[in-house]
Nanobody, 119 residues
């Protein structure tokens, strides 16, 4: 069974930076797409970024130029570098991966990590 563990959230002032990490663990699996989502209080969960196995990326318009997703396939880890943070970036951030393993194809969610941007 594949599991995801996130880290890196916290409290930061506007204009500051954070880097979120998401590590996948388990056995006999291959990761295809990796995504970051976020959910602010009282709002729907939204897609922040997507990175394919080949490294192609997409971003929500609201974060373009400020957030950068990357992955280390050897370590089954991917990252979200967050710069020039704004109060509206405050949310719980979740990683998600599409994996192929012994159980077939499925999506796996991380537990979430809170990012709070406030002075």
């Amino acid at each position: 069974q594949v599991q995801l563990v996130e880290s890196g959230g916290g409290l930061v002032q506007p204009g500051g930076s954070l880097r979120l990490s998401c590590v996948a663990s388990g056995s006999d699996f291959s990761i295809y797409t990796m995504r970051w989502f976020r959910q602010a209080t009282g709002k729907q969960r939204e897609l922040v970024s997507n990175i394919t196995s080949g490294g192609s990326t997409i971003y929500a318009d609201s974060v373009k130029g400020r957030l950068t997703v990357s992955r280390n396939n050897d370590k089954n880890t991917f990252y979200l570098q967050m710069n020039s943070l704004k109060p509206e970036d405050t949310a719980a951030y979740y990683c998600w991966i599409l994996v192929v393993g012994t159980g077939g194809v499925k999506g796996v969610w991380g537990q979430g990590t809170q990012v709070t941007v406030s002075s």
